[in-house]
């Protein structure tokens, strides 16, 4: 019986760390993200997703991290035709972005091309929206 109480705050204290170090874990995971904009990837509207998908690529960017920028900003483009429609003027700046960082001159120049195509012919397909 002497021992009882021991074990209840031996109990007690492995579920104090345990809990702890639960929420550190969970704290770690947090990623910084636009203003305004709600969930891992802004999932709160095709336009937050984007505007999100577009703002981690001029984060990566920023860093010098060259590849994760360009599959960022190709995420943002597949969004852009998803829920805007195909050669949409919003596709340009990323388009250009994407050409920037390619190393590769085919690849940058069929990136430019494309840009340029969309933007000089004021292709404006209708807004197209997906809903839920």
């Known amino acids: 019986m002497t021992r009882l109480p021991f074990l209840i705050a031996l109990i007690a204290l492995g579920l104090a760390v345990a809990f702890a170090g639960e929420a550190r874990a969970q704290d770690s995971k947090a990623v910084v993200q636009p203003p305004g904009v709600v969930g891992e990837l802004g999932q709160t509207s095709p336009d937050a997703l984007i505007a999100s998908q577009l703002w ?3 984060v990566y960017e920023r860093e010098g991290q060259a590849d994760a920028a360009i599959r960022a900003y190709e995420s943002a483009l597949l969004s ?12 340009v700046a990323p388009m250009v972005s994407v050409a920037r960082l390619t190393h590769d001159p085919a690849t940058r120049t069929r990136w430019l091309t494309t840009a340029l195509r969309i933007a000089a012919s004021g292709w404006d397909a209708p807004v ?3 809903s839920g």
Request: glycine letters at 12%; a positive charge.
């Open 56 to 58: 981690l690529a001029e």
């Open 80 to 91: 852009i035709l998803q829920f805007r429609g195909q050669g949409h003027p919003s596709m």
């Open 128 to 130: 197209r929206r997906l």
